[in-house]
């Protein structure tokens, strides 16, 4: 196969050139001049919101190290930049702001919301993707509709009923509320997972001895763990960075989660209000949803792919 | 959570469930019994925190419940008395307004990342991470780094605006009604959009080259392509990341709590703010659930529209 491409192309690499790939007769047709200017378009417009989208986040990153002084100057100066300082973060997790507790519990809750959402929709995925039984569609059809019904919405009734069955004021109702929210969207995804490992396989276990719980645990496993790390990397991020849940079903703040613990630093709970904490714990807060982001990436892309674009 | 959607990103899919020799109930490695069980975990945290809060809301919305104490029926009062309260309906349109004023540019903004992103050009995946990181860190973090970059003069925004001379430095941003809610807006755009880049990339991703390659032949220009190939194509796509980000928008409760508690006054308070002001402030939790129940149907609405949309496409 011959590949004909233009020397601007194969500047760019092999992937551009895998996408022109040769198509009778478009070559000659196609001014050579018109490609450049897209690609001028792509990179300047690429770099363009990539500063846009960028430079807020680092701007906050470089305030989180600067003195309370210099953030609430009215008079800003370039200068303040350089008055590096670790002080924010140190106070925060040394001084009376105490937000360690805070990451703590955020930390406890957002595992266990990763785990027990993808334990509770691999089980379901498993029923739903692989077993024949009666009422599976309604059951399956009664999980996607609870996905519409906003919990936001439903607050009031849910905080009597969490406090009936001694769920407020906890870290395990947090997990069980937040796992809650997360569950159709995992159900869905690992459905689709079951569903694109072939029955062989399950077959040849069955031959081999092995029960239902058995083929799942030793013989699916490795090829579930995507869709399982989809569902637990979207349970986390949201159990990480969840409000309203939070602010409802909390009330002790030995217990609350970082979300909680900046409203207590942005009202100055701990003393005057101290914007170098305040920026300071926004970045802790944010600084676990890069990292996850960005390692596991292709889970979240496959997630979005798996679970939205199929209409 | 409470903005345009951290919510699952999930179609609801009525395709029917592929049926396989699974079903007759004769396979033997899938015992229909085993199935219903393994499902039946995700079915009971489904039912005690969903279904069961949605019809205890119900019952709850034809009372007077207060916090603590007795309660009685009163039949349909809280209804009648949502609809004529003049604060409600202040949320309302408030919330009506905000919605309207991000949806487009989100959409707009959305669709033009995605066509930068769509491409495997080189960096197409950098750009991609990139644009999506506001909407990972997500809207409560976010919120909480507006609230020192909103203040007068030393805040980033007044910075920037007084160096580009727009205004003198010295806007406080979060006191003023029109102000905040303009900047919590620019702030929600920026935030959100990289959701509906990833959607409609998903989307355009999903059209054959084909198709693109005989419109070229025929010599229709990038924009002419656009028109009649890709947003026709992608109509099912966009259809449902309006929908995620407007149902995102109606329920927008944090960056509004955080940046202006819906004040000044009642000028910024958003319904879902009014539900949680009456159940847990006020701790009037009847009207709450009354609330709680209109804003369901609403919803349930917007809802339904995006099957009618998404049906369309077959």
């Known amino acids: 196969m011959t590949t004909s491409t233009t020397p601007t192309t194969t500047a760019l690499g092999p992937a551009t050139a895998r996408r022109r790939t040769p198509h009778v007769g478009t070559a000659p047709g196609r001014p050579r001049a018109e490609s450049r200017t897209k690609i001028t378009l792509y990179v300047l417009g690429g770099v363009l919101a990539t500063l846009v989208f960028l430079v807020p986040l680092v701007w906050s990153v470089l305030r989180s190290f600067q003195p309370n002084d210099a953030i609430v100057a009215t008079t800003p100066s370039w200068s303040a930049l350089t008055q590096f300082t670790t002080e924010n973060f140190r106070a925060l997790f040394t001084g009376d702001a105490d937000i360690v507790r805070a990451v703590g519990n955020s930390l406890v809750v957002a595992v266990g919301t990763a785990v027990l959402t993808a334990v509770l929709a691999t089980l379901a995925g498993y029923g739903f993707g692989r077993f024949g039984f009666r009422g599976r569609n309604t059951l399956f059809g009664l999980i996607v509709v609870t996905m519409m019904v906003p919990f936001q919405a439903i607050i009031t009734p849910l905080y009597l009923q969490m406090n009936a069955m001694g769920l407020t004021d906890s870290r395990l109702g947090l997990v069980l509320f937040y796992s809650t929210v997360n569950l159709p969207f995992g159900v869905f995804v690992m459905r689709n997972a079951f569903e694109s490992i072939p029955t062989e396989i399950e077959d040849a276990a069955h031959v081999d001895g092995a029960g239902t719980m058995r083929t799942l645990v030793s013989v699916l496993r490795p090829l579930l763990l995507p869709g399982m790390a989809t569902s637990a990397l979207y349970a986390f991020l949201a159990a990480w960075t969840e409000f309203l849940g939070a602010l409802t079903f909390l009330t002790d703040d030995r217990l609350y989660t970082l979300p909680l613990s900046l409203v207590n630093l942005q009202a100055g709970a701990y003393g005057a209000v101290n914007f170098g904490y305040l920026v300071a714990g926004a970045v802790v807060a944010m600084v676990p949803c890069v990292v996850l982001y960005v390692a596991l990436q292709r889970f979240y892309v496959a997630g979005l792919a798996s679970g939205a674009v199929k209409g | ?314």
């Not at chain 2, 951290?6 to 085993?34: F, K, M």
């Not at chain 2, 198709?211 to 026709?232: K, L, N």
């Not at chain 2, 006054?265 to 319904?271: E, F, L, M």
């Open chain 2, 1 to 314: 959570m409470s903005a345009p959607g951290r919510a699952p990103v999930t179609a609801p899919t009525d395709a029917p469930v592929v049926t396989r020799s699974t079903g007759s109930g004769h396979d033997l490695t899938h015992p229909p019994r085993t199935g219903l069980l393994l499902t039946l975990p995700a079915l009971a945290f489904v039912a005690v925190f969903v279904l069961v809060p949605l019809l205890f809301a119900v019952y709850m919305s034809f009372t007077n419940w207060p916090l603590i104490g007795s309660y009685e029926f009163i039949g349909f009062d809280n209804y009648a008395a949502i609809a004529s309260d003049p604060v409600f309906w202040k949320s309302v349109g408030y919330t009506v307004l905000y919605t309207a004023i991000v949806t487009v540019p989100i959409l707009v903004l959305g669709y033009v990342l995605a066509v930068v992103v769509r491409s495997n050009r080189r960096g197409s995946t950098l750009f991609r991470t990139v644009f999506f990181l506001p909407y990972v860190i997500g809207l409560t973090t976010l919120s909480f780094l507006m609230v020192l970059e909103a203040q007068p003069g030393s805040g980033a925004v007044n910075i920037v605006l007084k160096a580009l001379g727009i205004t003198d430095g010295t806007s406080a941003w979060l006191a003023d009604g029109p102000l905040a809610t303009g900047l919590i807006c620019v702030m929600i755009v920026w935030a959100v959009s990289g959701l509906t880049m990833v959607l409609l990339m998903g989307g355009m991703q999903g059209i054959s080259r084909d198709v693109y390659e005989s419109a070229e032949i025929d010599g229709a220009t990038w924009w002419q392509r656009e028109r009649s190939i890709t947003i026709p194509m992608l109509r099912p796509t966009i259809a449902m990341s309006l929908v995620i980000s407007v149902i995102g928008s109606l329920l927008a409760f944090t960056q509004f709590y955080v940046l202006t508690r819906g004040g000044p006054s009642t000028d910024t308070q958003t319904v879902v703010m009014y539900v949680y002001q009456r159940g847990f402030v006020q701790l009037q939790l009847g009207a709450a659930s009354a609330l709680s129940i209109v804003l369901v149907v609403v919803i349930g609405l917007v809802t339904a529209v995006q099957f009618r949309l998404l049906r369309e496409k077959d």
